[in-house]
């Protein structure tokens, strides 16, 4: 048998990428730190010993029934309410979920999100890092006043601490002044001078609103000092997952978070389980009661509308008659206050549920205001 000679260049080269592929294989160096892929990625790494099955196994995830949950988010506000668009800068950090892991992070937003997501699972949850599907921040929220003179609140109503996150009032300006004197004149120049539509945090703890010299106004309802909301913050109203009329939770409670639901044949039916329970209104308490505080409420942010309406200071549609071309002028400016008042209840959007005596407080001492010359 004939010899193969093999050059002793050629072999030092075999030799040396043998040794490459198989012997050359050192200790591992130090992690890297997680960094960001582009302006939306935050990769925030995964917690030891993770199980992706544990989650996204369709029908054995009885762990934390991601799938069911994900099903309940997909027909909330959350999921649908249409402000995703809301992405620039000074928006993105509560209208997306990439903006809000930003803010939470302490990351500054200098820009909008490219193909943003709305607010889902992982802005309210880190799970992969932290292995579960604790809230990714329920710290109190410092909540800016909007009232010159009027202290900022510290809301703190546990797990409720991560919806005020987003669910709290915006800078206005002007702000609205604390008190005047007959000579003096507000003048708005914004279509927009109100606190934005985020002011159920201030709402729920009797915050926020305006209060008129000389008016004594009564407190607030249970629902800023009840034990169990002061613990578990919204989401005992909104999240219950015992659903009219047997059990599931694609219709309201759950990650649906709708008090306010669609039954079978069409009609609008209310999730009032946590309303039911003892140490709040009882086993008692029914929809017609519910309904008819809202009816109340509505009726009275109904007059304030039209006397606003028939002041100019409103426009027939509802808007601020105002803006840098023709500002509105209020004279003496504690008047605003009903002004002031009437956007506050209307954008909290519970009609009065989530606070009613400090709303009807509002409300009458509003009207008062307007009716006085």
Known sequence: MKKIKIPFAMLAVLLGAALLLFGCVGPAGPGGKDGESGPVANLEGFAPNLKCGTCHTPGQDTVYNVAGRSYQWAVSKHATGGTIERNGP??????????????????????GIPIPSPTGCFACHSPHARGDFSLRKATPVTIAS???GVADAVFDYGKGNQCAQCHMTRPMTPKMPATSVPTDTLVITSSRWYSHYGVQGQMLMGEGGFKFPGYTYRGNSNHST?????????????????????????LAGGHTMNIRFFGATGDTLFHLVSCQQSGCHGSSYSTTTYKN?????????????????????????????????????????????????????????????????????????????????
Not at 226 to 250: D, F, L, R, W
Not at 306 to 316: A, E, G, H
């Open 293 to 373: 505080t809202i009816k109340a409420v509505q009726d009275s942010l109904h007059v304030l509308e039209l006397l606003l309406i028939q002041k100019t200071w409103l426009t027939s549609s509802g808007a601020i008659n105002a803006s840098t071309a023709r500002p509105l002028k209020i004279s003496p400016p504690v008047k605003a206050g009903a002004l002031y008042n009437f956007l506050f209840i209307e954008h909290d959007l519970s009609k009065g549920i989530h606070n009613t005596k400090y709303v009807q407080d509002l409300l009458n001492s509003s009207l008062q205001a307007l009716r006085t010359p």
């Open 90 to 111: 000074d928006c993105a950090g509560c209208h997306t979920t990439e903006g809000f892991i930003k803010r939470m992070n302490g990351q500054p937003l200098t820009g």
């Open 226 to 250: 009840n034990a169990s909301i002061k613990t578990e913050g919204c989401p005992t109203c909104h999240m219950p997952e015992q659903v009219y009329p047997t059990g599931g939770t694609g």
């Open 146 to 148: 909007n009232i010159a």
